[in-house]
C-alpha cells in the first residue's frame, strides 16, 4: 500500500531555533494535513493544504507556523522560532478528496524536542 | 464545528474478552465520515475502522465493529476475542467534506493476559 513518508523521525532543536518539518504525501493525494500530538494528549489539527493554498487551519497555527509544497512532491511545516511547548509528534496526512472515503493516510510522525 | 468525545481514559480487558469503546460527536453536517484509529506505543496511526454517515449498516473488519447510532451521534467500537497486540491507544475521528479530521482525546485499552 502507499505510503506517507516524514522525515526525520526525531529532531531536536534549541529554543528559538527554526525547523522544517518534511513530508511526502502519497503521489496521486490533493489534500495535505499537518497534525501534531502532545505527548499523552489528543490528535490536534493544524492545518490543510489543497490546490497550493491554506484551506483551513486551527487557532494552534499561529504565525509561528507555516507550509509550503516547494514541488510536486514534498510538503513541508515550517515553524520560525521553536518554543518549548512546541515539542510534540507531528503527523503528516494526505487524501483524496473527490470519490474518496474520507480516510486519511498518515505518515509515522516525526517527534520534534524543543530543549 | 466538530467535536468528539471520548468518556472513557483508560480501559482493560482480558484476552479473549470482548469490549466496547465508546465516542459520541456532535456534527451539524449531514454527510460525514467516522473513523476510529488505534495508536500502538510506536505511535504510528492505524486505521481500524470507518463509517459513512450515510449508511446504516454497521462497519465491520474482523474482529472489530462499530454500533453506530446517527440520532444519538454514537459511535462505538466493539473489540471480539480481544489479542495482546489489541493494547494501544484508540482514537474515534469524524471527518467531513473531505477537509479535515477532528480526534476525541482517546482511550487508553490495555489487554491482560
Known amino acids: 500500500e502507499p505510503e506517507v513518508t516524514q522525515t526525520p523521525s526525531h529532531q531536536v532543536t534549541q529554543m528559538g531555533q527554526e525547523v522544517i518539518l518534511r513530508c511526502v504525501p502519497i503521489?496521486?493525494?490533493?489534500?495535505f494535513y499537518w497534525y501534531r500530538q502532545i505527548l499523552g494528549q489528543k490528535v490536534e489539527f493544524l492545518v490543510s493544504?489543497?490546490?497550493?493554498?491554506?484551506?483551513?487551519k486551527s487557532e494552534i497555527f499561529d504565525d509561528q507556523f507555516s507550509v509550503e509544497r516547494p514541488d510536486g512532491s514534498n510538503f513541508t511545516l515550517k515553524i520560525r522560532s521553536t518554543k518549548l511547548e512546541d515539542s510534540a509528534m507531528y503527523f503528516c496526512?494526505?487524501?483524496?478528496?473527490?470519490?474518496?472515503?474520507?480516510?486519511?493516510?498518515f505518515g509515522s510522525g516525526t517527534q520534534l524536542s524543543v530543549l | 464545528a466538530q467535536t468528539v468525545t471520548q468518556s472513557q481514559p483508560e480501559m482493560s480487558v482480558q484476552e479473549a474478552e470482548t469490549v466496547t469503546l465508546s465516542c459520541t460527536y456532535d456534527?451539524?453536517?449531514?454527510?460525514?465520515?467516522l473513523f476510529w484509529y488505534k495508536q500502538p506505543p510506536s505511535r504510528q496511526m492505524i486505521l481500524v475502522i470507518r463509517?459513512?454517515?450515510?449508511?446504516?449498516q454497521n462497519a465491520t473488519e474482523n474482529r472489530f465493529s462499530v454500533n453506530f447510532q446517527k440520532a444519538a451521534k454514537s459511535f462505538s467500537l466493539k473489540i471480539s476475542d480481544s489479542q495482546l497486540g489489541d493494547t494501544a491507544m484508540y482514537f474515534c475521528?469524524?471527518?467531513?467534506?473531505?477537509?479535515?479530521?477532528?480526534f476525541g482525546a482517546g482511550t487508553r485499552l490495555t489487554v491482560k493476559p
Open positions: 496526512a494526505s487524501n483524496i478528496p473527490t470519490g474518496g472515503d474520507g480516510k486519511l493516510f
Open positions: 503521489s496521486n493525494h490533493l489534500y
Open positions: 493544504f489543497y490546490n497550493n493554498e491554506i484551506s483551513e
Open positions: 456534527t451539524s453536517e449531514s454527510n460525514y465520515y
Open positions: 463509517q459513512e454517515a450515510y449508511k446504516q
Open positions: 475521528a469524524s471527518a467531513y467534506n473531505n477537509n479535515d479530521m477532528r
